[in-house]
């Protein structure tokens, strides 16, 4: 049988232009400044994605030789684009302060605005205070606060590292990478792949918007009211210290016989 001939009116893909060199060039340049940008920009060369590969692990490694005796931890996610004055910024030490007075550690993405502020808060009560910052094109400087502090090129490997030593996640008013961690610990807790730890929201005015959408989610049928019942929602730092203290600490325990306490000398190990 011979093929059919296409219909005079069916649609025709166009064709795109010719590459230039001069664009070539300049996609080399873009991702050749960022390792992560070269992982995700479609396949590589064999070479270059095995030494991507090898990028990716020492990213890990690098993690968890920085924060394997840092103790269990609560991960305080926010902005770093809110400064010293606001009143969100003393919210966060506030709560910052409170978590290090329930003998966790304080984790954070390590940067300025809301981290610096929960960072600041547990340091002051004399709190242990740790972060994992991230390479940027723009430098982020971790914040001064920090007993610790690893800095990631990779996002999801810091995104693993800060859910890995995490009992517990505050979700304070931060902007697209916030939203990115608050539903990446989310979506873990309800596939399973990490266990019910409590997820605190703050700052309800500004998230109004975002629980509004989350209950129109709800009554469409795309999650489950369960879903909702996963965040527990106040701007009393009183009252997330409490939920903290019974859904991390009596429902998981601190349990501080998960902390390693060897150290190997060979490995220049050391604590916080």
Not at 4 to 26: G, K, M, N, R, W
Not at 82 to 105: S, V
Not at 172 to 196: C, S
Request: with cysteine; charged share 20%; hydrophobic share 40%.
């Amino acid at each position: 049988m011979t093929p059919a001939e296409p219909s005079p009116t069916a649609s025709v893909l166009p064709v795109p232009p010719p590459v230039t060199t001069a664009e070539v060039c300049d996609e080399e340049s873009f991702i050749g400044k960022e390792s992560d940008r070269a992982l995700l920009s479609g396949p590589n060369s064999r070479l270059r994605d095995l030494k991507l590969l090898f990028g990716t692990i020492m990213d890990f490694m690098r993690g968890f030789r920085a924060l394997h005796f840092v103790g269990p931890c609560i991960t305080v996610f926010g902005s770093a684009r809110i400064r010293e004055d606001h009143p969100h910024y003393q919210l966060a030490r506030r709560m910052g302060g409170e978590i290090a007075k329930l003998g966790f550690t304080v984790m954070t993405g390590g940067g300025p605005g809301l981290m610096e502020a929960a960072n600041r808060g547990a340091k002051e009560v004399g709190g242990r205070s740790v972060g994992c910052n991230i390479v940027l094109p723009e430098e982020q400087k971790p914040n001064p606060w920090l007993d610790r502090w690893v800095s990631i090129n990779y996002f999801f490997v810091r995104k693993t590292l800060l859910t890995k030593y995490s009992y517990g996640f505050i979700i304070m008013p931060g902007g697209v990478g916030t939203l990115d961690e608050m539903f990446e610990a989310l979506t873990l807790i309800q596939t399973k792949k990490i266990r019910n730890f409590p997820i605190v929201l703050m700052g309800l005015e500004y998230w109004q918007p975002l629980v509004a959408l989350m209950n129109h989610m709800v009554k469409a049928g795309t999650i489950s009211a369960e879903d909702m019942a996963l965040i527990h929602m106040t701007d009393s730092v009183e009252e997330a210290s409490a939920h903290l203290s019974e859904y991390a600490i009596k429902e998981f325990g601190l349990r501080r016989g998960k902390v390693p306490v060897r150290r190997f000398r060979w490995l220049l190990e050391r604590g916080v």
